[in-house]
């Protein structure tokens, strides 16, 4: 990994966490969740978490879910053939930021976790979901517990 922004360290760690996940427990499905970009707060503001998803039927119980809870979420685009790009390195496999911060940098954020799982993304009858909540989990100075009711009610429903 080449470090071209030792800000975007988060995304090192959570990689390598779903990375261990697919090697060591054979999930069906992948959610991670968290505060891992500022974009997220510009791409879908202060109280919807964004979601960048491989399957269509996961987000749509995500959001469902967002709205039945109050942990509100809202979809990303999914294109890793637009995204992936944007981690070229010249001297390892990946950078581990983007190289055009005009180019839907949470989408970007999301792709490099799934860059990491890639073969098991794009296996038959798997569904991942990343949650960046970087702005939902707080109001103001204070922390809004967001997160908590969307994964059990997500759990619940699946």
Known sequence: MEINN???EGRLVLGDGVAYAVKHLNP??????????G???VATGKRHAALYCNNE??????VAVGKATGDLAHALPYAPEFFQS???????DMKNSVAS????QASCAGQFIGAQIKEWVE????????VDMAYPVHNGERATGYGVN?????LERL
């Open 86 to 92: 944007e981690f070229r390195s010249a001297v390892a």
């Open 6 to 8: 030792t800000d975007a």
């Open 150 to 154: 969307l994964l059990v009610g997500l």
């Open 101 to 104: 911060r005009e180019n839907a």
């Open 28 to 37: 069906s499905i992948i959610l991670d969740m968290a505060t891992l970009t």
């Open 39 to 41: 974009a997220q707060g």
């Open 123 to 130: 296996g038959e009858g798997h569904g991942w979901v990343h």
């Open 57 to 62: 039927a996961l987000e749509e119980a995500v």
